[in-house]
């Protein structure tokens, strides 16, 4: 009986260096994708030269309104904030809508996707996030697609609590970079 396929150890060699090939080459587009590991302060023209501030060992950038960072392929720039409890749907009782102006410019050489319910959050000092709503009227919208090299403007509310001092954060929806402003607005 003659045997079709002789397998042998070069043949199993083989197929698990290919498989450890595969491997490295999967590790290393992903490290490439992601545009390293920390966000990055810009200069921008309404930062007055303020520079940003990182939160220890986090890597969270800490910047103010007006200033620009970079989170991977996009640059985002929180133009203003301001507070309010109007809107389509009244604010909770004790709570306001945070609501925050954005820039995203994609400076990758792909379409860039955002989305302000992923990729959006207010944050307290006590860690509680609270997500994108749809409470209040806003001046366009921060969802969509950006071509290279193109801006997308618009606004997105938050459902916060009175009382706290909260701070807006934008992330990267697959990866760690992460930029948070103070929103010391009125």
């Given at each position: 009986m003659r045997r079709a396929f002789k397998f042998g150890l070069g043949g199993c060699l083989g197929i698990i260096g290919a498989f450890v090939l595969l491997i490295v080459v999967i590790v290393v587009i992903v490290a490439l994708a992601g545009g390293g590991d920390e966000a990055k302060v810009v200069d921008s023209p309404n930062s007055g030269g303020t520079a940003a501030t990182s939160s220890g060992s986090t890597g969270i950038l800490d910047l103010a309104v007006g200033q620009s960072a970079d989170v991977g392929?996009?640059?985002?720039?929180?133009n203003s904030c301001a507070f309010s409890k109007e809107g389509v749907i009244a604010a909770k009782a004790g709570f306001r809508y945070l609501i925050v102006d954005v820039s995203v410019v994609n400076r990758g050489k792909d379409v860039y996707n955002i989305?302000?319910?992923l990729q959006t959050e207010a944050r307290d000092a006590d860690g509680r996030t609270y997500n994108a709503t749809i409470g209040?009227?806003?001046q366009g919208n921060l969802d969509g697609a950006i071509q290279p090299g193109e801006t997308l403007r618009g606004q997105v509310a938050h459902e916060v609590p009175d009382t706290l001092a909260v701070?807006?954060?934008f992330k990267q929806a697959f990866g760690s970079q992460v930029a948070r402003w103070n929103t010391d607005c009125q």
């Open positions: 392929d996009a640059r985002v720039t929180v989305s302000s319910l209040p009227r806003t701070k807006w954060q």
